[in-house]
């Protein structure tokens, strides 16, 4: 599955934004959509994921309450809304995919960058 990601930018501390993965090349319902992030100097960390059949969610635990993310089966895109932005969100942000009954998540999108200014 390829996966094209957009909707980074500079925010506010506090502030909101939307980030957008668009998915083509296969039908998505076997898959697990995810995201994930890498900070200045850090190692990429998982942030969200979908299961896309039935749309259940799983959060790390710094972005629980803040973050949501959600699917639209009609345009095959998975959603990233992040509310209550913080300095430390800082980061790029990849969408990825992992199929079902597999172990690793095999397909990645562009990362798109993320500032939160304080």
């Known amino acids: 599955v390829q996966l094209q990601a957009s909707g980074g930018g500079l925010v506010q501390a506090g502030g909101s934004l939307r980030l957008s993965c668009a998915a083509s090349?296969?039908?998505?319902?076997?898959?697990?959509m995810g995201w994930f992030r890498r900070a200045p100097g850090k190692d990429r960390e998982f942030v969200a994921r979908?299961?896309?059949?039935?749309?259940?969610?799983y959060y790390t635990a710094s972005v629980k309450g803040r973050f949501t993310i959600s699917r639209d089966n009609v345009k095959n895109t998975v959603y990233l809304q992040m509310n209550s932005l913080k300095p430390e969100d800082t980061a790029v942000y990849y969408c990825?995919?992992?199929?079902?009954?597999?172990?690793?998540?095999?397909?990645w999108g562009q990362g798109t960058l993320v500032t939160v200014s304080s």
């Open positions: 990825a995919g992992q199929a079902m009954g597999t172990m690793g998540w095999d397909s």
């Open positions: 090349g296969r039908t998505l319902n076997t898959y697990y």
């Open positions: 979908i299961k896309w059949s039935d749309a259940s969610t």
